[in-house]
Antibody, heavy 122, light 113 residues
Framework: EVQLVQSGAEVKKPGESLKISCKGS????????IGWVRQMPGKGLEWMGI????????RYSPSFQGQVTISADKSISTAYLQWSSLKASDTAMYYC???????????????WGQGTMVTVSS | DIVMTQSPDSLAVSLGERATINCKSS????????????LAWYQQKPGQPPKLLIY???TRESGVPDRFSGSGSGTDFTLTISSLQAEDVAVYYC?????????FGQGTRLEIK
């Protein structure tokens, strides 16, 4: 079964760092891009960025460039989303998702992780 | 960036009736070289991740009931649920994947009247 399994919920203080993960299984992890999507409480979906684990080619939305870092470790089939200094406004659910086409970045997301809730509060 | 605008923001439809959700892109998402519209529709139920319903504007994802259909081309698209079922209560999003960033519409909340 093709699936993406994300790390558990996090509660952090402003200014702290954080790295959340998304582990792929059931498919060739290095052959598909993996994207990250933010959903703030009660709000819509926002595309943050995407990485190709095969060569770590990474693209960011202008809205998130410089605010987060996307990376991947292909040896353990895991993608990451990290912050160096969290803000209260980073409180949101974060989803990883895989485009359906092998090697294709511009494609619909057919596989989604279960989501990781990040809460930033003093 | 391509801006995606959905209408209405919310919709209440009686069980068994038709539900129609519209999505408009600020520029065409039709790729002329392959004549494909780079437009997808997702369904998100409370507490769940989004689920892909439709891609290439009108192709139903495997396992999606045939009461769901997508239409449109260029900049104007429609998701239609032909006969609303109770389990269709959700928020629906369109997304363009023609260019980066592949942004989503703001969502349409569908409820039972």
């Amino acid at each position: 079964e093709v699936q993406l399994v994300q790390s558990g919920a996090e509660v952090k203080k402003p200014g702290e760092s954080l790295k959340i993960s998304c582990k792929g299984s059931g498919y060739s992890f290095t052959s598909y891009w993996i994207g990250w999507v933010r959903q703030m409480p009660g709000k819509g979906l926002e595309w943050m960025g995407i990485i190709y684990p095969g060569d770590s080619d990474t693209r960011y939305s202008p809205s998130f460039q410089g605010q987060v870092t996307i990376s991947a470790d292909k040896s353990i089939s895991t993608a990451y989303l990290q912050w160096s200094s969290l803000k209260a406004s980073d409180t949101a659910m974060y989803y990883c998702a895989r485009p359906s086409g092998r090697g294709v970045m511009d494609d619909a997301f057919d596989i989604w992780g279960q989501g990781t809730m990040v809460t930033v509060s003093s | 960036d391509i801006v995606m605008t959905q209408s209405p923001d919310s919709l209440a439809v009686s069980l068994g009736e038709r539900a129609t959700i519209n999505c408009k892109s600020s520029q065409s998402v039709l790729y002329s070289s392959n004549n494909k519209n780079y437009l997808a529709w997702y369904q998100q139920k409370p507490g769940q991740p989004p689920k892909l319903l439709i891609y290439w504007a009108s192709t139903r994802e495997s396992g999606v009931p045939d009461r769901f259909s997508g239409s449109g081309s260029g900049t104007d698209f429609t998701l239609t649920i032909s006969s609303l079922q109770a389990e269709d209560v959700a928020v629906y999003y369109c997304q363009q994947y023609y260019s980066t960033p592949p942004d989503f519409g703001q969502g349409t909340r569908l409820e039972i009247k």
